[in-house]
């Protein structure tokens, strides 16, 4: 079992930068990959970052890249979410989640372990 508590969701002006935290419970958490995602009012939830269970490999959603950086400290059982240059449609809430496997996907349904989400609110 895995458990997920992420941190850091705050109120920022467009332009501004966060970084978000999920700290995960458990034995295996080295041997997980890593996603996070996020889900808007009135929108689906999807796909935003991932990341492999040693951190040598990342993957972004489009509307992401070049603005936000997912990263890992195993030592710490933690997964980051760096965003820069926030844009108000990023405002939304931010979840992070655990594969019970060590190679990353951009499915939900592929990850089995799921925190309780963080809002991320953006201002124009």
């Known amino acids: 079992q895995v458990q997920l508590v992420e941190s850091g969701g705050e109120s920022v002006q467009a332009g501004g930068s966060l970084r978000l935290s999920c700290r995960a419970s458990?034995?295996?958490?080295?041997?997980?990959?890593m996603g996070w995602f996020r889900q808007a009012p009135g929108k689906e939830r999807e796909f935003v970052a991932a990341?492999?269970?040693?951190?040598?490999?990342?993957y972004y959603a489009d509307f992401v890249k070049g603005r936000f950086t997912i990263s890992r400290d195993n030592a710490k059982n933690t997964v980051y979410l760096q965003m820069n240059s926030l844009k108000p449609e990023d405002m939304a809430i931010y979840y992070c989640?655990?594969?019970?496997?060590?190679?990353?996907?951009?499915?939900?349904?592929?990850?089995?372990?799921w925190g309780q989400g963080t809002q991320v609110t953006v201002s124009s």
């Open positions: 458990g034995r295996t958490f080295s041997s997980n990959a």
């Open positions: 989640a655990a594969r019970a496997s060590r190679h990353y996907h951009t499915r939900m349904d592929e990850y089995e372990y």
């Open positions: 990341i492999n269970w040693s951190g040598g490999s990342t």
